[in-house]
Nanobody, 127 residues
Framework: QTELAESGGGSVQTGGSLRLSCKAS????????MAWFRQAPGKEREGVAA????????SYADSVKGRFIISQDTAENTMYLQMNTLNPEDTAMYYC????????????????????WGQGTQVTVSS
């Protein structure tokens, strides 16, 4: 069993920045995909960014490319999402997700078939 704990959400104005964190604990896979998803009220869950824990492979949704940066501290089993130039469309509950993968080619956010999920952290961007 893997537990995920997100932090760092909050309220900012348009153009502002936030940094989210997700710490994994419990059973840690030697190779895994960690990802951020988000869901706004009345909308479907959307993949934001993903990172392969055993390498530097990353992937992003088109809506956040150039604005968000995903990174990790493997020693701390922690993933980060630096969110810059935020706009009201980024308002959502952000969830951390985790699953075993054989390699970086299996790590992405096109599908939400992740094994473990965090409780979420709210991000609100006001205009």
């Amino acid at each position: 069993q893997t537990e995920l704990a997100e932090s760092g959400g909050g309220s900012v104005q348009t153009g502002g920045s936030l940094r989210l964190s997700c710490k994994a604990s419990g059973y840690i896979y030697s190779t895994a995909c960690m990802a951020w998803f988000r869901q706004a009220p009345g909308k479907e869950r959307e993949g934001v960014a993903a990172i392969w824990t055993a390498g530097d492979t990353t992937s992003y949704a088109d809506s956040v490319k150039g604005r968000f940066i995903i990174s990790q501290d493997t020693a701390e089993n922690t993933m980060y999402l630096q969110m810059n130039t935020l706009n009201p469309e980024d308002t959502a509950m952000y969830y951390c997700a985790y699953k075993f993968v054989k390699g970086g080619w299996e790590c992405g956010v096109r599908s939400d078939d992740f094994t473990y999920w965090g409780q979420g952290t709210q991000v609100t961007v006001s205009s």
